[in-house]
């Protein structure tokens, strides 16, 4: 079996189609979001974290939040697409929610001001992006499930 068929196999329960919309729904959300308030959410919110070539940076994490959160809603390349928002959120938790836990800004990341800093603070801040980074680690062990694009395609195939 080929790499690329080993890694698109529509494995996985049913009940995965749930996984995938809440965790694809949510990522497409905030991709849009990025193109219809980049100040407030893409390069301005990046240029004020510290996420360097903001202008770049932000309409890139919009594109591949908005393309691959709608692959994985679909089921369609879902590991793929899972892998490119891990290290999305794996970024976003990195320089945004680092700094809280540490109660200051750390390799150029700048510090969101909060009431409190530290391990509880950090968790609170940082529960949606837990929550999807999980998400998208049990879609990459368990595949996208049998109702996707990606079981149909085998089934053609």
Same mark, same amino acid.
């Given at each position: ?8 196999? +529509? ?12 965790? /694809?729904?949510?990522?497409?959300? %905030? ?18 974290? /510290?996420? +360097? ?11 591949? %939040?908005?393309?691959? /959160? ?24 990195? #320089?945004?929610?680092? +700094?809280?836990?540490?109660? $200051?800004?750390?390799?150029?990341? #700048?510090?969101? %001001?909060? +009431? $409190? ?7 609170? %801040? ?21 109702? #996707? ?9």
């Amino acid at each position: 079996m080929s790499l690329w068929k080993t890694i698109c196999e +529509p494995t996985g329960a049913n009940a995965n189609v749930l996984i995938r919309l809440v965790v /694809g729904g949510v990522f497409l959300n %905030e991709g849009i979001l990025k193109f219809l308030y980049p100040v407030a959410q893409a390069a301005g919110r990046f240029a004020k974290i /510290g996420i +360097p070539y903001p202008d770049f940076f932000g309409p890139f994490v919009a594109t591949v %939040e908005t393309v691959c /959160g709608a692959m994985v809603i679909l089921g369609l390349i879902t590991r793929p697409a899972a892998i490119a928002l891990f290290i999305d959120i794996s970024v976003a938790i990195f #320089s945004t929610k680092i +700094p809280v836990l540490l109660g $200051h800004g750390f390799l150029g990341f #700048s510090l969101m %001001e909060l +009431p $409190h800093y530290g391990f509880l603070s950090m968790v609170h %801040e940082a529960r949606t992006d837990f929550s999807m980074w999980f998400g998208l680690l049990f879609l990459l062990l368990t595949g996208p499930g049998r109702w #996707s694009v990606d079981a149909r395609l085998a089934k053609k195939a």
